[in-house]
């Protein structure tokens, strides 16, 4: 297999199917990085940062980025909604969002640039949510974007939303 990369209508993010699917009577097997291929495709992005979110049925995480960090965003189980919203005010596609269904069926990756916010709606019974990071986790560089700010005008596939108190602008 190779990889593939594909421009998303968000200048700058890629979804990326992952070079090793394979499949066989024992189950599934998953290469969800390899750097050489991955910097032969032109993502030459080094990550030092690796973490994961398990959630339920209809919670939503996000919309969170800050102004330096890339990510590299998997579902490792099960199947979310993810949502990705340009916020750099540099940028003509300053406010535009895009839409994504991630699972472990279509193993879909998606990279993720600084000054872009992203969140995610759990749509199975149980998700796992995974992402590299460029940088190191820095909760006082992020920006939290409302879910359901009018002026983004996001399409959600629920309308009530299980979210923090971060995430519903109260913390």
């Given at each position: 297999?190779?990889?593939?990369?594909?421009?998303?209508?968000?200048?700058g993010v890629l979804r990326i199917t992952p070079p090793t699917i394979f499949e066989d009577f024992r189950g599934t097997y998953v290469e969800t990085y390899n750097e050489q291929l991955y910097t032969e495709a032109g993502i030459t992005t080094k990550f030092v940062q690796d973490d994961i979110s398990i959630s339920s049925q209809h919670v939503l995480r996000g919309i969170h980025g800050d102004q330096e960090t890339w990510k590299l965003i998997s579902c490792l189980y099960g199947k979310f909604y993810l949502v990705v919203v340009n916020w750099d005010e540099r940028s003509p596609q300053y406010g535009k969002w895009e839409s994504f269904v991630l699972s472990d069926q279509n193993r879909q990756q998606i990279l993720v640039p600084p000054r872009f916010g992203n969140g995610h709606l759990v749509l199975s019974e149980q998700a796992i949510f995974h992402y590299k990071q460029s940088t190191y986790y820095n909760r006082a560089g992020q920006f939290t974007l409302l879910w359901n700010d009018p002026k983004l005008n996001i399409w959600w596939p629920i309308k009530q939303p299980l979210v923090s108190q971060r995430d519903e602008g109260s913390d």
């Open positions: 297999m190779r990889l593939e990369v594909h421009q998303t209508k968000l200048e």
